[in-house]
């Protein structure tokens, strides 16, 4: 399942892949608000991965990852959807620029497209989000987005050892489709 914006090729990764999101995960300035922290190798990204490539045989499909390139085929990131049970008709998004790509929009631009195929493809209610309180750049793309902060956890995300707080956002596909009109 491929998508694409004005800048952006989303494609579904694949094993190929891993080496660069080794490289990614891999770097300090990802890691300074990514629970996972840093593999110690790329045995330890394979093992994360594989699992996600499996998952797209899985229906239904409890989670999508994009590799995302830019028009010189670059790579620029990636972005997940988790999907929440069946019944509440819900998910969660994440994203990853890799900061060569960072100021460029990039993460606003897959966000938005990201929306649009939860909203219009997958019939989702909600989607949330959440991100550690310091990090400001995605707390722009989220209200950028049209996502509303919902609130607050204390010390909630485990972050280079330690406790840290994260607002929660989410955006309703009527609100959504209101700003979209």
Same mark, same amino acid.
């Given at each position: 399942?491929?998508?694409?914006?004005?800048?952006? =090729?989303? @494609?579904?990764?694949?094993?190929?892949?891993?080496?660069?999101?080794?490289?990614?995960?891999?770097? +300090?300035?990802?890691?300074?608000?990514?629970? +996972?922290?840093?593999?110690?190798?790329?045995?330890? !990204?394979?093992?994360?991965?594989?699992?996600?490539?499996?998952?797209?045989?899985?229906?239904?499909?409890? @989670?999508?990852?994009?590799?995302?390139?830019?028009?010189?085929?670059?790579?620029?990131? =990636?972005?997940?959807?988790?999907?929440?049970?069946?019944?509440?008709?819900?998910?969660?998004?994440?994203?990853?620029?890799?900061?060569?790509?960072?100021?460029?929009?990039?993460?606003? %631009?897959?966000?938005? !497209?990201?929306?649009?195929?939860?909203?219009?493809?997958?019939?989702?209610?909600?989607?949330?989000?959440?991100?550690?309180?310091?990090?400001?750049?995605?707390?722009?793309? =989220?209200?950028?987005?049209?996502?509303?902060?919902? &609130? @607050?956890?204390?010390?909630?995300?485990?972050?280079? &050892?330690?406790?840290?707080?994260?607002?929660?956002?989410?955006?309703?596909? %009527?609100?959504?489709?209101?700003?979209?009109?």
């Amino acid at each position: 399942m491929n998508l694409k914006t004005n800048r952006l =090729l989303l @494609r579904e990764i694949t094993i190929d892949d891993i080496p660069s999101i080794h490289a990614l995960n891999s770097l +300090a300035e990802i890691d300074q608000y990514n629970t +996972a922290g840093i593999p110690a190798d790329i045995k330890e !990204t394979e093992q994360l991965i594989i699992p996600i490539i499996h998952d797209q045989l899985v229906q239904p499909r409890p @989670r999508y990852v994009w590799y995302l390139t830019d028009a010189d085929n670059e790579f620029v990131g =990636l972005v997940g959807v988790v999907m929440g049970k069946q019944k509440y008709e819900s998910s969660e998004i994440w994203y990853k620029i890799h900061p060569t790509h960072w100021t460029k929009g990039f993460a606003t %631009e897959v966000v938005q !497209t990201i929306l649009h195929f939860c909203f219009t493809e997958l019939k989702l209610h909600r989607i949330t989000a959440g991100c550690a309180t310091e990090n400001m750049a995605s707390i722009r793309v =989220l209200e950028k987005c049209g996502f509303t902060r919902e &609130g @607050r956890c204390r010390k909630i995300l485990p972050i280079r &050892g330690q406790w840290v707080d994260n607002f929660e956002y989410a955006i309703l596909e %009527e609100d959504y489709f209101k700003v979209k009109l």
